[in-house]
């Protein structure tokens, strides 16, 4: 008897229910293990990626259905991001939040591109060095503020709406650096590139949020269960697609489209409960996935592992010294904020180097080195964010999440 | 420039991301239409799938990481249906539903057996349609029950025990059907088949209850947010595997795992709204996908959509009359409740007629038929099984959902 056909009446599915198994057993298992040491249960679930992926224990491959799942979650997480943010205290920091993408997209871009030069890189190679090295991922650094109820603090919305900007002027630098790597720039393509994303990405912002309250009434008359959620759940997914085929990361039109729900009703705290059930299922599998990428035997020759720690420390540095001075006029301890909840690069800084890869121009250990970079600021971005965002505000030795009044009250201006 | 290559960082994830889109999107216009009209939602999500999928509009067409994504969502549905189910409440109807389950198997099967033996079909041809005529898919009903509030009824109970009970026997007719068409029976693999799958789903209803009982002064120790929700998960995974490995059903595993959680907890509320997120999200692509199974375009032959709708007739009556006849005792009313509830063969249906197809034992029409009767009785017994459970008790002229108070007084006993 021909056992694992009649077994698995799919033997697939059963294999990726397994892997599934495995990725979410040993997330929560280091979440719980990071939690008791008092560190971000983050870097527990991606750390949980390196240990059961290809670096050490290789129970679990990379493979496409992982990483849509994984997508998935950054998607739910930003959409649930976004429930919680009202567009107008994004606008109330707008300015600043534009000053802190600009400024931490240059400084990365600029020494990325020299520091890959200097080593070795062709022209071609450092540019898109360089560009990896731009995109940050908001997904990190809104998982943990979120985890510590601190998403709504001005610093937070800095950071979210920087996000949005940054992964614009990312956009349009790896335009540039693909077109330049096929031989022709058409600045009229370019213009095109960059339009779109703009004027998508202020549509939405502006009338999103007004559409959606104008036909919440509409909604309310569904005869759905849960009528309100379904609407989301369409809208995060729409507006995820929409962004992606205008060449925004999806996970900037899940934002968008949280930020369009986040007042459209009274109920929007049951939608929200129930947005968190998908969110906290899918996210696990997005960290681990990211621990995943990390494959520890590409590091076969010794310059490889110095150039992606010195690529590592570049990323680091220029993103606080970048979003910090973007920042300038808030306290130290605010700009410090700023500046770490920008560095994580993540899956966004993977991407980028997964481009570079297919087109040819950027090679193995180049690759290995930004793959490195990106996992790295991952893991060491959020130890920083929570020691920066909390402090002993009532002295009994265990430090508190800074509220917005906290840091007036006992840091208001100290820089 | 390469526009889809900038854009789509990954052209593969957007263009899931797009079907999905379109797939939740008509299943809950459609929901919406059907709720409008007073029938059931499940009945518009499905037909959503043969609008949108290759029957029609061919917007989406059938794809692995749809359908792992659809067996998510019955895996949480079933999960959740066993968050509701308390152990003891299944045990006390299993004389009834084991009844139920046995009549409900061997009449299918064995008109399922004769019909399609006097259509032409050779002795394998017709063994393999009789088994796929036994598998009732709960899913469906459990849906329709549950947002009926009516999960806690005693038909209700018996139709989710005979269900699991019925899915042990299934795989054991599939397995005896498989090593048949391989030429070899053997008494003692089946066996091991059988026992297994008796030992483990005796052993997760028994012991599973108590052992998370014991155990859940433990998980509220953790330092994670959402302990027991992160149990749940890693345990419905966990058991879905498990059964998958054994032979039995995911779901089976699934609503297992539920049932074993149902009481580990005051928190069981909080839990419950959570997994719910998670559920409410996934099962419209179950829905969506079972009529996107289907594809008219095959019917090309007069004979094979006559022998689809005989199939069809002979899987809802024999059904009905055997689970009917097994529930002997409780009123007709009950036991009508119970023959429809068993009636929907979804996509268990559907994989045991892929199994057959991919053992090269049935043809490309029988496999067709097969599929028609998958969806069919998926689409029938909703209606009634709606109207079956909802009774005008206060005279309003709109039916109100039969309670278990209301059956006894105004329907008891009456057959």
Redesign the interface.
Same mark, same amino acid.
């Given at each position: 008897?021909?056992?694992p056909?009649?077994?698995?009446?799919?033997v697939?599915?059963?294999a990726?229910? &397994?892997d599934?198994?495995i990725m &979410?057993?040993a997330a929560?298992l280091m979440?719980?293990v990071f939690?008791?040491l008092k560190q971000p249960?983050v870097v527990g679930e991606i750390l949980a990626g390196v240990i059961v992926g290809p670096s050490l224990l290789r129970w679990v491959e990379p493979s496409?259905?992982i990483?849509?799942l994984a997508?998935f979650g950054v998607i739910f997480l930003l959409f649930n991001v976004g429930l919680e943010t009202k567009p107008q205290s994004i606008f109330q920091v707008g300015r600043r939040a534009a000053m802190v993408a600009v400024a931490g997209v240059l400084l990365p871009f600029a020494a990325g591109y020299l520091i890959a030069l200097a080593w070795g890189g062709s022209f071609l190679e450092s540019m898109f060095i360089a560009a990896a090295l731009v995109a940050t991922s908001v997904g990190i650094t809104a998982r943990v503020l979120g985890?510590m109820g601190l998403l709504d603090t001005e610093t937070s919305r800095i950071i979210l709406g920087a996000a949005v900007i940054d992964d614009i002027l990312g956009?349009i630098i790896?335009?540039i650096v693909?077109?330049v790597s096929?031989g022709?720039?058409?600045i009229a393509?370019?213009a095109k590139?960059a339009g779109a994303a703009l004027v998508f990405t202020l549509l939405v912002a502006i009338v999103g949020s007004r559409l959606i309250n104008r036909l919440a009434p509409m909604f309310a008359r569904?005869? &759905?269960?849960?009528p309100f959620?379904?609407?989301g759940?369409?809208l995060c &997914?729409?507006l995820?697609?929409a962004s992606?085929?205008?060449?925004v990361?999806?996970i900037i039109g899940a934002f968008l489209a949280g930020i369009a729900m986040a007042e459209a009703t009274e109920d929007n705290k049951k939608m929200h409960?129930?947005?968190?059930?998908?969110t906290?299922?899918l996210v696990p599998f997005f960290l681990v996935n990211i621990g995943m990428q990390l494959d520890v035997s590409v590091f076969r020759e010794v310059s490889v592992i110095v150039f992606a720690i010195v690529l590592t420390l570049v990323a680091v540095i220029t993103k606080i010294v970048g979003c910090g001075a973007g920042a300038w006029g808030l306290s130290r301890r605010e700009m410090a904020q700023v500046g770490f909840g920008m560095v994580p690069r993540g899956e966004v800084g993977i991407?980028?180097a997964?481009?570079g890869l297919?087109?040819g121009v950027i090679g193995k250990n180049f690759f290995a080195a930004v793959l490195f970079m990106a996992v790295a600021t991952t893991l060491i971005a959020p130890p920083f964010i929570k020691m920066l965002f909390t402090v002993d505000t009532d002295g009994d030795g265990i430090p508190d999440p800074i509220t917005e009044i906290d840091v007036s009250d006992h840091f208001g201006r100290i820089g």
């Amino acid at each position: 008897m021909n056992i694992p056909f009649v077994l698995g009446a799919n033997v697939e599915h059963t294999a990726i229910l &397994l892997d599934l198994f495995i990725m &979410l057993a040993a997330a929560k298992l280091m979440a719980e293990v990071f939690e008791r040491l008092k560190q971000p249960a983050v870097v527990g679930e991606i750390l949980a990626g390196v240990i059961v992926g290809p670096s050490l224990l290789r129970w679990v491959e990379p493979s496409d259905m992982i990483s849509v799942l994984a997508e998935f979650g950054v998607i739910f997480l930003l959409f649930n991001v976004g429930l919680e943010t009202k567009p107008q205290s994004i606008f109330q920091v707008g300015r600043r939040a534009a000053m802190v993408a600009v400024a931490g997209v240059l400084l990365p871009f600029a020494a990325g591109y020299l520091i890959a030069l200097a080593w070795g890189g062709s022209f071609l190679e450092s540019m898109f060095i360089a560009a990896a090295l731009v995109a940050t991922s908001v997904g990190i650094t809104a998982r943990v503020l979120g985890s510590m109820g601190l998403l709504d603090t001005e610093t937070s919305r800095i950071i979210l709406g920087a996000a949005v900007i940054d992964d614009i002027l990312g956009l349009i630098i790896l335009s540039i650096v693909s077109s330049v790597s096929q031989g022709s720039v058409s600045i009229a393509g370019l213009a095109k590139t960059a339009g779109a994303a703009l004027v998508f990405t202020l549509l939405v912002a502006i009338v999103g949020s007004r559409l959606i309250n104008r036909l919440a009434p509409m909604f309310a008359r569904s005869r &759905l269960e849960r009528p309100f959620f379904a609407i989301g759940m369409i809208l995060c &997914l729409g507006l995820s697609v929409a962004s992606a085929y205008i060449g925004v990361a999806a996970i900037i039109g899940a934002f968008l489209a949280g930020i369009a729900m986040a007042e459209a009703t009274e109920d929007n705290k049951k939608m929200h409960q129930l947005t968190t059930g998908v969110t906290e299922f899918l996210v696990p599998f997005f960290l681990v996935n990211i621990g995943m990428q990390l494959d520890v035997s590409v590091f076969r020759e010794v310059s490889v592992i110095v150039f992606a720690i010195v690529l590592t420390l570049v990323a680091v540095i220029t993103k606080i010294v970048g979003c910090g001075a973007g920042a300038w006029g808030l306290s130290r301890r605010e700009m410090a904020q700023v500046g770490f909840g920008m560095v994580p690069r993540g899956e966004v800084g993977i991407v980028v180097a997964q481009i570079g890869l297919g087109l040819g121009v950027i090679g193995k250990n180049f690759f290995a080195a930004v793959l490195f970079m990106a996992v790295a600021t991952t893991l060491i971005a959020p130890p920083f964010i929570k020691m920066l965002f909390t402090v002993d505000t009532d002295g009994d030795g265990i430090p508190d999440p800074i509220t917005e009044i906290d840091v007036s009250d006992h840091f208001g201006r100290i820089g």
